[in-house]
DNA sequence: CTGAAAGCGCTTACAG
DNA sequence: CTGAAAGCGCTTACAG
């Protein structure tokens, strides 16, 4: 393993001359003599030594990917496959560019920041925010350039990408809407605690109101998660009297649910009931009928957090920017015209 | 941000004593000392530099995760839910034990060495191995501790952890054979180049042979590749004269994808074909009717190969070991008897 | 049980 | 364009 110094020597340049070669500060270093070491560097296969580097500048170039702990007894948030791609994405990003990726399921934003100071970590993205508190307590206390996904605080200066998701919740109920659709639900996780969900549901109220269409209180499904909260959802709707035509879930894995426990009993979606998911996951397509859904281009999204996480590591001024991405309606089965 | 100098100035003790402190050599250190440096680098909130640890004792107690890149244009393993699970709970492991993993997609084995090099890894994980030559090239190179799942070769040394796949064709194969099945298909790809689906297979001939069932080679679909591939498979399966009555998939999405191909044909499952997939991935729980698959325990399967790495890292005799994991059934409702 | 010294492999000002 | 020196914050033998 052949270091700088023994690079050095054998080009006749001083040490730095060859830090300089490999760090590309091409103004600092004749071509020839450049020319010369690179070919030392490559006959010997040379590999940087990264520890050393972040020892002596500060940087390690290593960017922290955070996943929260939602519960207490799960693993981390991979499970999610939404979760799964992007960290795919985040990682390619970053290791086209030199950084490398190290990954921490954390609780409370103390765990971070003592990873940031044990590594020297240039930045750090957050996958998926769950809990405000924690999320907010972060962003306050980090003093370091960091990328928040899918949420966003007014009070703080934050950097942050995020979906259009009160448009995506009001393009679900046009679209039930101009299919004749009047009796229409909303199945969320607590709706008034995440802002994704509850924009998501305000941009259903939109389309709702646009269209001059009731809303029963009892077609709400709040507190609705996961899968089983779908089945859940799912088994009331077949029990109301006065049950909606259709129902849109704040994510596929409550859609999936909800078709599920519908077949289970016998009925078919969505003759008995249409179903709009969110997200365009993996599941939306696995099922039958397949899902219509709100999708969103997860590898922009990852794309766009990296490079303002890339700008911010260079320029200290940007710590305030918010990023919003568009949504569309990708039309599949789950859906039918009401006459 | 206190360094370890700084400490010892102020407990008036050597650098190295508080040294001796953090890494808990406990006979190098009074107790009286040990608890008076304790103190104080607990009021200074101390934080190790895992930079300059690394430097002075070439080990960084960090672990690669290795995320082979299966196809050109796609981003890393971690969009299949098995890999994000599998991740999930290796992170887990590692971070209760004070490691740091950081994640690697890679194409060929330089890729990994390189990056040993670069941050001085102390060990690595090869979660999802598709190409057996990568793989082969990776283990054969490979001087450091290194785990490999799903995959063993018994020309090399290697630390290995995988399921008893054999046996998991054999028990879903039995299974649909005292469900009075006789006409028994089989679906995966490339049979004949994994060594993982090889055995899978495997077990289902030595059921279909016990019980003197016949295997007619139109019923076994090489080539079939996720959910794509199991809807193609279960169109062909639509079209025959002399079709199977139950097929076994090498994996559920493959699983998914046949079932999903009757059902839009208007033929429903298990009435029309019985299928039974493996994994027991998310999407089985998903779909409706809920797929029979053969299931094994990703989090033992996590911890295993875990603690195989922490045994090779302490103990460089330990270089070659193969664990085979249980499989069992999971019976849900894809299946049904048959008179 | 404790310490002084050397060194890990780089980068960072500072000179020239 | 090039270099000599200091230093980043630890651990590792080696002494005592």
Same mark, same amino acid.
């Given at each position: 393993m052949a270091t700088i110094k023994e690079i050095a020597a054998e080009a006749g340049v001083s040490v730095m001359t060859v830090s300089n070669v490999i760090n590309q500060n091409r103004s600092r270093v004749s071509p020839a003599t450049e020319a010369r070491v690179r070919e030392i560097l490559e006959k010997h296969h040379y590999v940087r030594n990264m520890a050393a580097r972040t020892l002596s500048s500060k940087s390690s170039r290593i960017v922290g990917l955070l996943l929260p702990i939602w519960y207490e007894d799960s693993a981390s948030m991979l499970l999610d496959p939404y979760a799964g791609q992007l960290v795919g994405y985040l990682e390619e990003f970053l290791r086209a560019r030199q950084y490398y990726p190290m990954i921490l399921?954390?609780?409370?934003? !103390? =765990?971070?920041?003592?990873?940031?100071?044990?590594?020297?970590?240039?930045?750090?993205?957050?996958?998926?925010?769950?809990?405000?508190?924690?999320?907010?307590?972060?962003? $306050?206390?980090?003093?370091?350039?960091?990328?928040?996904? *899918?949420?966003?605080? *007014? *009070?703080? !200066?934050?950097?942050?990408?995020?979906?259009? !998701?009160?448009?995506?919740?009001?393009?679900?109920?046009? #679209?039930?809407?101009?299919?004749? #659709?009047?009796?229409?639900?909303?199945?969320?996780?607590?709706?008034?605690?995440?802002?994704?969900? =509850?924009?998501?549901?305000?941009?259903?109220?939109?389309?709702?109101? $646009?269209?001059?269409?009731?809303?029963?209180?009892?077609?709400?499904? *709040?507190?609705?998660? #996961?899968?089983?909260?779908?089945?859940?959802?799912?088994?009331?709707?077949?029990?109301?009297?006065?049950?909606p035509t259709a129902v849109i879930a704040s994510e596929d894995l409550i859609a999936c649910g909800i078709i599920r426990s519908l077949q289970e009993q016998g009925y078919s979606v969505p003759e008995k009931l249409s179903v709009i998911g969110f997200d365009d996951s993996l599941p939306s397509r696995l099922i039958s009928p397949a899902l219509t859904t709100v999708g969103q281009d997860i590898r922009l999204k990852a794309d766009t957090a990296a490079s303002m996480l890339f700008q911010a590591m260079t320029d200290s001024a940007y710590r305030k920017d918010r990023r919003v991405l568009e949504v569309r309606l990708i039309q599949r089965d789950s859906v039918r015209k009401i006459d």
């Open positions: 399921s954390f609780k409370n934003s !103390d =765990q971070v920041l003592t990873l940031r100071k044990t590594w020297q970590i240039d930045g750090m993205i957050l996958v998926m925010p769950h809990n405000d508190a924690v999320t907010h307590d972060l962003v $306050e206390n980090s003093a370091f350039p960091l990328v928040v996904l *899918d949420r966003f605080y *007014d *009070d703080l !200066d934050m950097l942050s990408v995020g979906i259009n !998701d009160r448009r995506g919740g009001y393009l679900a109920a046009r #679209h039930l809407l101009d299919l004749g #659709h009047r009796r229409i639900g909303f199945a969320g996780p607590s709706i008034f605690e995440s802002s994704v969900i =509850q924009d998501r549901y305000q941009g259903f109220l939109d389309a709702l109101k $646009e269209a001059k269409a009731p809303l029963n209180p009892a077609w709400v499904f *709040d507190g609705t998660f #996961h899968q089983a909260g779908g089945e859940e959802a799912g088994r009331r709707i077949l029990e109301m009297e006065d049950a």
